[in-house]
Structures are given as structure tokens and as C-alpha cells.
């Protein structure tokens, strides 16, 4: 056999070599795309003061930048003389936000207790975190659930008192997870921080932290409890 016909040989078997294993390296990022895809991600804002998602920038950029798409719920029924029909109403609208496809549910206040709520109805959600909201109905968590919690302001009347202990209560029998954060307050967990509301300084609703510090121990909490799930 001449020295061409055996490089000839050995090159062919190279280029075999080499389409085989690009087909391999295909396969293998569509099968770690496929498994590795990460759960949708609902934020969920707060009642009054005219929130909507868009005031908690600071954490869907913070989840943006790991690698989650976010959906943001902008509630249309407003109707709080009844809080928990209210909570259902959202509760749907999150449902049908979901698109039919496994979500982390993200909500703040009112929000923070539409997601315990959704969460504990709706398969659809795989992980819950409530942001210093107070639900009123006593319903276990059957995902991992997180609860951060600031400090108590002067709002903070009777009934939503009861609403932080039975969120410590269903955090507690769902086996989650409870945060508490000092010198943080009910209205740090927006971006209204950067620049309190005079009306609402004065009735309790922002503590004595840096808003960027808190944004950051929050947006930190978050991080740990969503890198936990996937251990």
C-alpha cells in the first residue's frame, strides 16, 4: 500500500472521527438543554400603593442574570372588601399566566400570600416565596416554600399580625423555610425603597437599612433557597 493511500485512509478516518463526535456533542447539549431547562419564575406585587411587579426590579434582574425567565402577574381584580376572593381571583391569574408549565411563584404581601395559596392548590408550582405577606387560610405547602419576613411597622394592625403568625405557622408544618431579616420593613422588599413615600415613612413601612443592602440580603436568601432545590 503507497504512503498516499494510507494518509488518504487516515485522514478519512479522522473526518469520521470528528463527525461522530460533533453528533455526540449535538446530542449531549440538546439532552442537558432539555433537563437542565429552569422553571418559569412568577412575580407577584403587592396591594395598593400602586404596585406592580415592576417594583421589585431588583429581583427579577437578579434572577435575569441566573439564567430564569420571569413572568410578571399584573392582578385585575382589586377588589379587597373580600381578601380572599381576591386571593382566588389571583390565584387564577397566575394560573393562567403559567401557561400549563411548572412556575416558582414570587410574591410580595398580598402577593407573597396569593403564592402560598396558589402553591398549595395548584401542582403547577414546584417552589413558593413569600415576601413578608400574611395569608388567611391555614393550607399546607406541599413544595419547597420560603418565608422572608421584615420587621413589624405601625401599619401593622391586628389582622395583620395574625396574617405573619399563620404564615410562620404553615411555613413551619410544610417544613420550610422562615427568614427573618432586622432593620427591614414591609415596603424594603420594593423598589419604593430607593425613594420613601413621605406618607409611608411615617406610618412604619420602611426600616433603618441601606435599601441596596437589603436588596442584596434578599436578593441573597432568594438565591440560596432556589440553588437548594436543585440539590
Known amino acids: 500500500m503507497s504512503s498516499w493511500t494510507s494518509r488518504t485512509k487516515s485522514r478519512i478516518s479522522i473526518m469520521r472521527y470528528s463527525i461522530i463526535m460533533f453528533a455526540f456533542a449535538i446530542l449531549f447539549i440538546g439532552f442537558v438543554a432539555i433537563f437542565s431547562t429552569k422553571p418559569t419564575v412568577i412575580i407577584v406585587p403587592g396591594y395598593g400603593f400602586n404596585l406592580t411587579p415592576d417594583d421589585y426590579s431588583y429581583i427579577i434582574n437578579d434572577l435575569s442574570l441566573r439564567g430564569y425567565t420571569v413572568k410578571k402577574y399584573y392582578p385585575s381584580f ?29 410574591g410580595h404581601s398580598v402577593g407573597g400570600a ?22 388567611i387560610q391555614n393550607l399546607p405547602i ?36 422562615k427568614i427573618f431579616l432586622p432593620n427591614l420593613k414591609h415596603m424594603d422588599f420594593t423598589d419604593f425603597a430607593l425613594k420613601p413615600p413621605h406618607s409611608l415613612v411615617i406610618q412604619g413601612y420602611f426600616g433603618s437599612i441601606n435599601p441596596k443592602t437589603g436588596f442584596q440580603e434578599i436578593d441573597n436568601e432568594i438565591d440560596s433557597f432556589l440553588h437548594n432545590l436543585k440539590s
Not at 421584615?150 to 413551619?172: F, V
Open 78 to 106: 382589586n377588589d379587597i372588601s373580600n381578601y380572599q376572593k381576591l386571593i382566588e381571583a389571583w390565584s387564577a391569574g397566575i394560573g393562567a399566566l403559567s401557561d400549563n408549565k411548572k412556575v416558582i411563584v414570587i
Open 114 to 135: 396569593v403564592a402560598m395559596h396558589f402553591c398549595a392548590t395548584d401542582r403547577r408550582c414546584v417552589a413558593e416565596v413569600n415576601l413578608d405577606g400574611g395569608p
Open 142 to 177: 406541599p413544595v419547597p416554600n420560603l418565608y422572608i419576613q421584615g420587621e413589624i411597622g405601625e401599619y401593622c394592625d391586628s389582622s395583620c399580625i395574625a396574617g405573619r403568625k399563620l404564615a410562620e405557622l404553615i411555613t413551619a408544618e410544610s417544613r420550610g423555610n
